[in-house]
């Protein structure tokens, strides 16, 4: 597992919280596409297959708080 950066650590907590990625951009101030690299970022270094399966593996990693 790939260390994640500050941002990606922002988007997978903001993911956590159920929300779309419209909605993550919108509160992080930058586009839905800048929040889909950054997705796809979090998927890859987590060994991740969605966006489910991230949130539950950062936060057996403990990168996250439910």
Request: hydrophobic share 45%; aromatic share 2%; net charge positive.
């Given at each position: 597992v ?22 993550i951009?919108?509160?992080l ?8 690299f950054?997705?796809?970022?979090i998927?890859g ?22």
């Amino acid at each position: 597992v790939e260390d994640l950066t500050p941002r990606e650590l922002e988007v997978v907590q903001l993911l956590a919280e159920g929300l779309p990625n419209k909605a993550i951009a919108k509160r992080l101030g930058v586009s839905d596409h800048t929040i889909k690299f950054h997705v796809n970022a979090i998927l890859g270094k987590l060994g991740a297959q969605s966006r489910t399966e991230a949130v539950v593996r950062a936060t057996r990693l403990g990168l996250i708080v439910l």
